[in-house]
T-cell receptor
């Protein structure tokens, strides 16, 4: 069974703080993704990584950065948290191109920025 | 136009009934199609892939109509445990691994 874990289920931060969200997968997947999910807007892709140290902007990268130093770990960084970044953050992983596109999700981190 | 459109519902359906959802997508070059299920406050999980020939998994049947660019999901003999949000998911064209998610259709099965 694919397992994707995220470092926190719930997080409360203050405006202006630097926030790190960690994601680890144990299936040796090349691809990893960060999404945010908001009511009425669905899942929106923030960043995507297709290999170690490789990253690609998604649909809403502003205010975020990512780090992938090891294949199994993909971190999302909020450089200076703002209230409009209050959301559910979901990490996912998938096998490389040519295989299934199916993505496997972690349990999510519900971030509140005060 | 949204890339993937779904009726948000809610659909309130009595136990044992049959319910169907449709979803339309805008990119004719998309090649992979899925239904994901998301329970309240949980992560999305793959329910089933959708193949051109249509496919069935127990009480669930998925159909793809490429000409009209829509995908359907049929649930027969619905159970209370089917209550969830169902997400229509389509891959982005170009052979890459990125997916576009619909906003979901909320289903509640009533005893």
């Amino acid at each position: 069974d694919v397992k994707v874990t995220q470092s926190s289920r719930y997080l409360v931060k203050r405006t202006g703080e630097k926030v790190f969200l960690e994601c680890v997968q144990d299936m040796d997947h090349e691809n990893m993704f960060w999404y945010r999910q908001d009511p009425g807007l669905g899942l929106r892709l923030i960043y995507f990584s297709y290999d170690v140290k490789m990253k690609e902007k998604g649909d809403i990268p502003e205010g975020y950065s990512v780090s992938r130093e090891k294949k199994e770990r993909f971190s999302l960084i909020l450089e200076s948290a703002s209230t409009n970044q209050t959301s559910m953050y979901l990490c996912a992983s998938s096998p490389p191109a040519g295989g299934t596109d199916t993505q496997y999700f972690g349990p999510g981190t519900r971030l509140t920025v005060l | 136009r949204k890339e993937v459109e779904q009726d948000p519902g809610p659909f309130n359906v009595p136990e044992g009934a049959t319910v169907a959802f449709n979803c339309t997508y805008s990119n004719s070059a998309s090649q992979s199609f899925f239904w994901y299920r998301q329970d309240c406050r949980k992560e999305p999980k793959l329910l089933m892939s959708v193949y051109s020939s249509g496919n069935e998994d127990g009480r669930f049947t998925a159909q793809l109509n490429r000409a009209s660019q829509y995908i359907s999901l049929l649930i027969r003999d619905s159970k209370l445990s089917d209550s969830a949000t169902y997400l229509c998911v389509v891959n982005r064209a170009g052979g890459n691994e990125k997916l576009t998610f619909g906003t979901g259709t909320r289903l509640t099965i009533i005893p």
